[in-house]
């Protein structure tokens, strides 16, 4: 089973339609990641969370929310969803303590593929 | 000014050859870690390479190696003997140290390896 788990893998919606992408992890990761991919700009950080009660904006947080629910589970969330939010969503987690790698890399979840029409 | 500039939009490269992905980067942290990621054309993210600002060797992992100028601000990604599976996009990425294990990512690079 995959570490990082993203759901739906694909969504389609309407302009105005709320939305939640959700991301498991089973990694034990404290920290935990929200990016967007759009063609040309490589990935952007909507949101961050270093445990259930920190939670911070990223580079491009406007227009989106997040919840921590769990140390495993951080969901994303477009309160009225608009075309320019078409892109491909990532969830990645980190080990504050450098992991056993000694890198701090992020692991990243598959990806949403999100169509706002 | 962009933390990590990525160069090549697009780069070809003829199987079991090698190949330079450049990346530059900006910041006034003196402790800092870059990283190098492949996204074939699933959409996955994979990490292959790290290098930290105070490593005093280039880092290598199997047919990967990482050209670290720090002077120069440099991190280039090195393939030797391309295949090709590794058609694919590769990001550079820099994390501050000072920032909380944030990660600025370049534009990408798209890798098409060829017969």
């Known amino acids: 089973d995959a570490d990082v788990t993203q759901t739906p893998r694909n969504r389609i919606t309407k302009t105005g339609k709320r939305i939640m992408l959700e991301c498991s992890q089973t990694?034990?990761?404290?920290?935990m990641y929200w990016y967007r991919q759009d063609p040309g700009l490589g990935l952007r950080l909507i949101y961050y969370?270093?445990?259930?009660?920190?939670?911070n904006k990223g580079e491009i947080s406007d227009g989106y929310s997040v919840s921590r629910q769990a140390q495993a589970k951080f969901s994303l969330s477009l309160e009225s969803a608009i075309p320019n939010q078409t892109a491909l969503y990532f969830c990645?987690?980190?080990?504050?303590?450098?992991?056993?790698?000694?890198?701090?890399?992020?692991?990243f979840g598959p990806g949403t593929r999100l169509t706002v029409l | 000014a962009q933390k990590i500039t990525q160069t090549q939009p697009g780069m070809f490269v003829q199987e079991k050859e090698a190949v330079t992905l450049d990346c530059t980067y900006d910041?006034?942290?003196?402790?800092?870690?870059l990283f190098w990621y492949k996204q074939p054309s699933s959409g996955e993210m994979i990490f292959l390479i790290y290098q930290g600002s105070y490593d005093q060797q280039n880092a290598t992992e199997g047919r990967y190696s990482l050209n670290f100028q720090k002077a120069r601000k440099s991190a280039n990604l090195v393939i030797s003997a391309s295949q090709l599976g590794d058609s694919a996009m590769y990001f550079c990425a820099m994390r501050e140290d000072g920032t909380a294990s944030k990660l600025t990512f370049g534009t990408g690079t798209r890798l098409q390896v060829t017969l």
């Open positions: 910041t006034s942290d003196p402790s800092y870690g």
């Open positions: 969370s270093f445990d259930v009660k920190d939670i």
């Open positions: 990645a987690t980190s080990d504050p303590d450098f992991g056993t790698s000694g890198y701090n890399e992020q692991f």
């Open positions: 990694k034990g990761h404290d920290r």
